[in-house]
């Protein structure tokens, strides 16, 4: 059976036409979802930025009894093939089809938003508005987001034992590197992650999720023509053939390390068998950081990639696109009758983690959104979301002042693990929802850290029960300060950086050091040494000819200003009458000779005065002088 490896790529996946025909976002001919970000580009970066915007997923039951989930993408690439061959219409949720019917375009988008195409009884704008697929009946505003875990790649290595399989990853056209390739993958057993998250028993299956779209469904128990999370995938043998070999112009990539002293037809002896994996490296090495580049193509394969082994463990077949797809060694099997495509089935670039089904009552976590820069955020912090089908409880609670046990608005409580965080409401209130708690009997427990403005940080130890409420009461001790930047500053240059010390604001040392003062008319230290009249931070030859200068300026600014007084006595004597007069200096009421003689005595003080002065300063700096 020929099975169609997902390919819907990019932000909101609507469906995309080519003359008659649908094709996925990203592709060459995509033209609607500039029209859907046109009319809301608010939505940038969420989960309505989806394939699930405009296509179904769907659901089927084998002939053998299981029931099996397809992606909106897996089921419209099935639906439609690579070619575009197929009926793209059927793939089509309500939403989709209602955008269609009404004209394509931005004015089609505005024109359904009354409408309420998945008869969930909210309307296409009302959902948009609240980020739920107006195309699922099952995605209402009334719903909460599921349950959800964010682990870094550090984090699940220090809970989680690594595995390693050498396993061939056999491709139908070539994949990323342009071969088949044998490979040592080094990851986390995905059976053993889910069950450490607390997948529950209604879970039916995952759905991995790349930034770019891509998507794949795993069931979680085998129809034998399947990936399946849990059992041991069938032992493989080992395939060489010269002519395959990409060193002599082959298909097949033989470099890989693991490769080393294997002969054609050995059987592959992989410690604890083959599984479904969450890869973080490959041959020994960290997997690149994936990222889209310009052409909007999928470069690299981490932090975290999806890696099922072959259900039927065969030889690297040919490429479809060979030019002889048919001739030996290794026929392209279309049919998957000798072996599978598995590499096909590979995801890359992982970011999220679907648990299916959602939980009763829940939505879609929305783990692309501008936080996580649409989800590519979470690949270069090597993290990744698990949601959904998980068990898990809440932590809910107060935050109040020690002292007045008045509520705290605004405070910032934290996990130190798994991506939670909230802030408390007016009433010092605060809830975490859909908290993973775990495998039964063996519950996680989080550090909840509290921090509010002026207070002292606290913390406690909580563990999530399945299905239960945690109340964790807080009540913080005021402080002045808890860092520097809680500290006001006064603006002044002097007075030095506001400081933080002891939970008390205060300055800095000033910015002024040993024989300096600040000047904060200027904002600079000078030096503060008293006859350093040239500012160069000592005195010498050069202060005592400054001095000199000066002197000799104020004593030619005296004997001028005794000029000036002389003249104007000399204007004023004879006047008489006028008890105010300026130049009555003996208040008689007018001015003569005595007045005259008062203002040459105070003159010659002035001189006397003047004359000392310079004497003092003088003998000062020679005293202050450098030897």
């Known amino acids: 059976m020929e099975r ?25 001919d995509e033209q609607d979802a500039p029209k859907f970000l046109k009319a809301y580009p608010d939505k940038a970066g969420t989960k309505l930025d989806d394939c699930a915007s405009c296509h179904k997923g769907n659901t089927y039951t084998t002939k053998s009894g299981a029931v099996v989930t397809e992606s909106a993408c897996q089921y419209c690439h099935k639906e439609y093939g690579y070619d575009g061959s197929g ?47 107006p195309g699922d009946k099952l995605d209402t505003p009334a719903k909460v987001p599921a349950p959800h875990i964010i682990l870094s790649l550090d984090e699940l290595e220090s809970m989680f034992t690594p595995h390693e399989q050498f396993m061939l990853m056999n491709t139908s056209r070539g994949g990323e590197s342009g071969f088949d390739y044998y490979v040592t993958y080094t990851g986390f057993i995905m059976q053993e ?56 112009g082959g298909w097949v990539d033989y470099s890989a390390p693991g490769c080393a002293g294997r002969n054609n037809g050995d059987i592959i002896a992989v410690p604890g068998g083959l599984k479904l994996l969450l890869a973080h490296k490959a041959n020994g090495a960290y997997l690149d950081i994936a990222y889209q580049d310009d052409a909007n193509k999928l470069v690299g394969e981490g932090p975290f990639r999806a890696v099922p082994p072959q259900w039927r463990p065969g030889y690297p077949d040919r490429q479809a696109t060979s030019a002889t797809p048919g001739a030996e060694p290794w026929p392209y099997d279309k049919n998957e009758v ?68 008045k509520p705290i608005a605004n405070a910032l409580l934290k996990t130190d693990m798994g991506g939670y965080e909230t802030r408390t409401d007016t009433k010092g209130q605060f809830m ?81 050091g040993a024989g300096e003062i600040c000047d904060e008319g200027s904002d600079e230290c000078i030096c503060d040494v008293e006859w350093d009249l040239d500012g160069d931070c000592d005195v010498d030859k050069y202060d005592s000819s400054i001095l000199k200068l000066r002197q000799k300026n104020e004593k030619t600014a005296l004997s001028n200003l005794h000029k000036a007084e002389k003249a104007a006595m000399k204007a004023a004597l004879g006047s008489s009458g006028d008890c105010d007069a300026e130049w009555d200096l003996d208040d008689d009421c007018d001015v003569d000779k005595d007045d005259s003689k008062l203002l040459k005595l105070r003159q010659k003080g002035e001189k006397t005065a003047d004359k000392e002065r310079h004497k003092a300063e003088k003998e000062a700096l020679k005293a202050a002088s450098v030897p």
């Open 4 to 28: 169609l490896r997902t390919m819907c790529l990019g932000i909101a996946a609507f469906a995309l036409f080519s003359g008659t025909a649908f094709g996925a976002y990203h592709h060459m």
């Open 87 to 133: 009926d793209i219409a059927k793939t089509l949720n309500p939403f989709g089809a209602d955008y269609n019917t009404a004209g394509r375009n931005v004015a089609a988008l505005e024109a359904i938003e009354g409408l309420d195409s998945d008869n969930d009884t909210y309307s296409n704008i009302t959902e948009i508005n609240a980020i739920r697929y």
């Open 193 to 248: 992650l889910l069950a450490g998250m607390g997948w529950t028993a209604a879970s039916s299956g995952i759905t991995v999720t790349a930034p770019d779209g891509y998507s794949y469904t795993y069931a979680r128990t085998s129809t034998g023509t399947n990936y399946p999370i849990e059992g041991t995938y069938p032992q493989a043998q080992y395939f060489y053939d010269a002519t395959a070999d990409e060193a002599n």
């Open 338 to 405: 000798y072996t599978d495509h598995n590499a096909g089935f590979s995801a890359r670039g992982v970011a999220a983690i679907r648990v299916d089904p959602l939980p009763e009552g829940t939505t879609e976590y929305d783990w692309r959104n501008s936080q996580t820069d649409a989800g590519w955020g979470l690949l270069n912090d090597q993290k990744i979301v698990i949601y959904g089908n998980l068990r898990n409880g809440n932590i809910k609670g107060t935050v109040v002042s020690r002292v007045l046990q």
């Open 432 to 512: 975490l929802m859909g908290v993973v708690s775990g495998p039964e009997n063996d519950e996680k427990s989080y550090t909840l850290t509290v921090s509010a403005e002026n207070y002292r940080s606290q913390t406690e130890d909580v563990t999530v029960s399945h299905g239960d409420n945690q109340t964790v009461a807080f009540s913080l001790e005021y402080v002045e300060c808890l860092q520097d930047s809680d500290c006001p500053d006064d603006s002044l240059y002097c007075t030095g950086a506001p400081v933080c010390t002891d939970e008390v604001c205060g300055f800095a040392a000033g910015p002024c």
